[in-house]
Structures are given as C-alpha cells and as structure tokens.
C-alpha cells in the first residue's frame, strides 16, 4: 500500500491549508495515522497524529491552529494561522499491515 499526500504550496503567514493523504487502497482504513514535518536542516517531528485508542495529539506549537482528521482511507491536516516557521514538507504516516508507512511528503511553504 501507498500514501499519496497533497495539498501544499505556497501560502501567505496567516493564511490556511489542508493537507490530504491517501491510502492507495479503498479497503485500507487508516486508524493509526499522522502527519510530521521537516524543515530544512531540522528532523523531522510531529504535528499532529490519532492514537491506536483514537485520541488525537498535536505538538505544541501547533496546538490551537491544527486539525487532524480522517474518513476511512484519507487523514487530513487542516492549519490555519500559518506561520513562517510552519514551512516543511509535510509528511503522512499510517501504520497499515503491520508495518509503518511513509507518504511521499507535500512542501508548505509559508511566505509573502
């Protein structure tokens, strides 16, 4: 299985995007799922994932202008309130048939 991630660009600081992410199976439903970032010369971290029990869990600086969520087979990212320091290639995660998944990764880029 694939996770096909979208929804970057380029976006003004103070604006908002939602970031998509796949699974490339239909029947595939993604439970344990999250999203990370990488910013240039940084590692890549957290920003927001659903536990294996549902709850949901944001980094702190994140908290309060992020929002996952999820339909069976996709897990959105919804930010509002961008910052510069928001720009990475964003990252989905899911864990699917025993092993963890990594998407392909979608730029943000926070700018004016």
């Known amino acids: 299985v694939q996770l096909q991630a979208s929804g970057g660009g380029l976006v003004e600081p103070g604006g908002s995007l939602r970031l998509s992410c796949a699974a490339s199976?239909?029947?595939?439903?993604?439970?344990?799922a999250g999203w990370y970032r990488q910013a240039p010369g940084k590692q890549r971290e957290l920003v927001a994932a659903?536990?294996?029990?549902?709850t949901t869990n944001y980094a702190d600086t994140v908290k309060g202008r992020a929002t996952i969520s999820r339909t069976k087979n996709t897990v959105y990212l919804e930010m509002s309130s961008l910052k510069p320091e928001d720009t990475a290639i964003y990252y989905c995660?899911?864990?699917?048939?025993?092993?963890?998944?990594w998407g392909q990764g979608t730029l943000v880029t926070v700018s004016s």
């Open positions: 995660n899911a864990y699917v048939r025993f092993r963890y998944v």
């Open positions: 659903f536990s294996i029990s549902g």
């Open positions: 199976e239909s029947s595939i439903s993604l439970n344990f």
